[in-house]
């Protein structure tokens, strides 16, 4: 049997240099550890994992902390403890509704061109998707490559093909369950649709409520948006983060909670997409004045049965993206289907690379994971290009 769903998308950063640091970011209040914090700088970023861990290196000794919600931390490698302490920002938002957002969205649009590049472009990325059933991990995959858009962003002149994306993979690592206990194998995303969900979305329509409150004196506005009561099998909500001077959307944070969704069917087997969350993150380059989407990340929960209602599991994936190297001089080489499914691609194993990798670190849980499927004497089907 066969289990789709209803995805968007998210990109990693590659950088090697003579400045590295690995520590944990928390909350100052709780000491609960910061997942996707960004973690950067003028030419190099990550983001931290479920753990709050990274390791980060740059051939810049400069390092921003960053996370919605939290205080921003400028600071140097030197000046960086083990353990990053985050506050939360004590700035008091006052929301008000917005009666004027068609300016504010007409200001975005006529900056599109100055702000984002609406042309082809180079980059390299890293990609790791996780797949849990039940609330256990069944699956890991990671994906290192170099990638060739068409565009970041599309318009009305531009009508997406599946040839917009150029992919040639240069690492990958994966081990996951081939099927479930009852004989499900659930379908990842391919590459087209991770790129083609991760690109800003209008929520500013008729259906929607929204709030516009300033921040970070002014120089940043969030624009939040909820969907109207009378949408009652739906509820999305979320906002964006634009930048006030050059009226760039630089992150998009959004919920879909589905009501009474519909079961889709594959034979015996009945399925439905219960909640979706989606961030992305775009940071302007020095280099171009252009924003490329920095890092990503979405999580899709969905519920799965059969006819008779004899059990009810529920699968949870999630997907990080990054990028650098934005509109980098080098050759992509495509080596890969960007229309297959992601897990059913083939790819060498390199030992080497997997042992110094540090942009996104393995959790704990995932390590411990990775160990155990490669026992022989597991008793379900393991797919993994991992040779012991």
């Given at each position: 049997?066969?289990?789709?769903?209803?995805?968007?998308?998210?990109?990693?950063?590659?950088?090697?240099?003579?400045?590295?640091?690995?520590?944990?970011?928390?909350?100052n209040v709780d000491n609960s550890p910061l997942e996707f914090v960004g973690i950067f700088n003028t030419e190099d970023h990550t983001v931290t994992n479920e753990d709050g861990r990274f390791q980060f290196s740059s051939s810049l000794d400069s390092i921003t902390i960053y996370l919605v919600g939290y205080d921003k931390i400028r600071t140097t490698f030197q000046k960086v403890s083990d353990t990053v302490y985050l506050n939360k920002s004590v700035l008091k938002l006052?929301?008000?509704?917005?009666?004027?957002?068609?300016?504010?969205?007409?200001?975005?649009?006529?900056?599109?061109?100055?702000?984002?590049?609406?042309?082809p472009y180079k980059e390299r990325f890293f990609l790791r998707g996780v797949l849990r059933y039940n609330g256990e991990i069944t699956r890991i995959q990671d994906i290192q490559g170099k990638l060739e858009r068409r565009t970041l962003l599309y318009t009305k002149d531009i009508v997406p093909s599946t040839k917009d994306f150029k992919v040639e993979l240069t690492n990958m690592r994966k081990v996951g369950l081939a099927k479930d206990e009852n004989q499900v194998y659930f379908i990842f995303e391919t590459f087209y649709e991770l790129f083609m969900n991760f690109t800003p979305i209008n929520a500013t329509g008729d259906a929607f409520n929204l709030t516009e409150s300033t921040f970070e004196n002014e120089r940043k506005t969030k624009l939040g948006f909820h969907t109207k009561p009378e949408f009652i099998n739906e509820e999305v909500k979320g906002h964006y983060i634009i930048n006030n001077t050059n009226n760039a959307i630089e992150r998009i944070y959004m919920t879909i909670r589905y009501k009474n969704n519909p079961y889709n069917k594959d034979g015996d087997t009945r399925f439905r997409t219960v909640t979706i969350e989606k961030e992305m993150a775009l940071s302007k380059s020095s280099n171009t004045n252009k924003y490329y989407l920095a890092n990503a990340k979405y999580e899709v929960k969905v519920e799965i049965t059969d006819d008779q209602n004899s059990y009810t599991s529920f699968y949870d994936v999630s997907f990080i993206l990054t990028t650098t190297d934005n509109e980098g001089s080098f050759e992509v080489k495509k080596n890969v289907n960007a229309t297959k499914d992601l897990f059913k691609i083939n790819y060498p194993y390199d030992q080497n690379f997997w042992k110094g990798q540090n942009q996104l670190l393995l959790t704990e849980e995932m390590s411990n994971f990775i160990e155990n499927a490669q026992d022989p004497n597991n008793e379900f089907k393991v797919k993994s290009n991992i040779k012991n």
């Amino acid at each position: 049997m066969k289990v789709s769903f209803f995805t968007f998308i998210l990109f990693s950063i590659f950088g090697y240099s003579q400045n590295t640091l690995k520590a944990i970011v928390v909350d100052n209040v709780d000491n609960s550890p910061l997942e996707f914090v960004g973690i950067f700088n003028t030419e190099d970023h990550t983001v931290t994992n479920e753990d709050g861990r990274f390791q980060f290196s740059s051939s810049l000794d400069s390092i921003t902390i960053y996370l919605v919600g939290y205080d921003k931390i400028r600071t140097t490698f030197q000046k960086v403890s083990d353990t990053v302490y985050l506050n939360k920002s004590v700035l008091k938002l006052n929301e008000v509704t917005v009666t004027n957002q068609k300016t504010l969205w007409q200001k975005i649009g006529d900056s599109i061109r100055s702000n984002y590049p609406i042309y082809p472009y180079k980059e390299r990325f890293f990609l790791r998707g996780v797949l849990r059933y039940n609330g256990e991990i069944t699956r890991i995959q990671d994906i290192q490559g170099k990638l060739e858009r068409r565009t970041l962003l599309y318009t009305k002149d531009i009508v997406p093909s599946t040839k917009d994306f150029k992919v040639e993979l240069t690492n990958m690592r994966k081990v996951g369950l081939a099927k479930d206990e009852n004989q499900v194998y659930f379908i990842f995303e391919t590459f087209y649709e991770l790129f083609m969900n991760f690109t800003p979305i209008n929520a500013t329509g008729d259906a929607f409520n929204l709030t516009e409150s300033t921040f970070e004196n002014e120089r940043k506005t969030k624009l939040g948006f909820h969907t109207k009561p009378e949408f009652i099998n739906e509820e999305v909500k979320g906002h964006y983060i634009i930048n006030n001077t050059n009226n760039a959307i630089e992150r998009i944070y959004m919920t879909i909670r589905y009501k009474n969704n519909p079961y889709n069917k594959d034979g015996d087997t009945r399925f439905r997409t219960v909640t979706i969350e989606k961030e992305m993150a775009l940071s302007k380059s020095s280099n171009t004045n252009k924003y490329y989407l920095a890092n990503a990340k979405y999580e899709v929960k969905v519920e799965i049965t059969d006819d008779q209602n004899s059990y009810t599991s529920f699968y949870d994936v999630s997907f990080i993206l990054t990028t650098t190297d934005n509109e980098g001089s080098f050759e992509v080489k495509k080596n890969v289907n960007a229309t297959k499914d992601l897990f059913k691609i083939n790819y060498p194993y390199d030992q080497n690379f997997w042992k110094g990798q540090n942009q996104l670190l393995l959790t704990e849980e995932m390590s411990n994971f990775i160990e155990n499927a490669q026992d022989p004497n597991n008793e379900f089907k393991v797919k993994s290009n991992i040779k012991n």
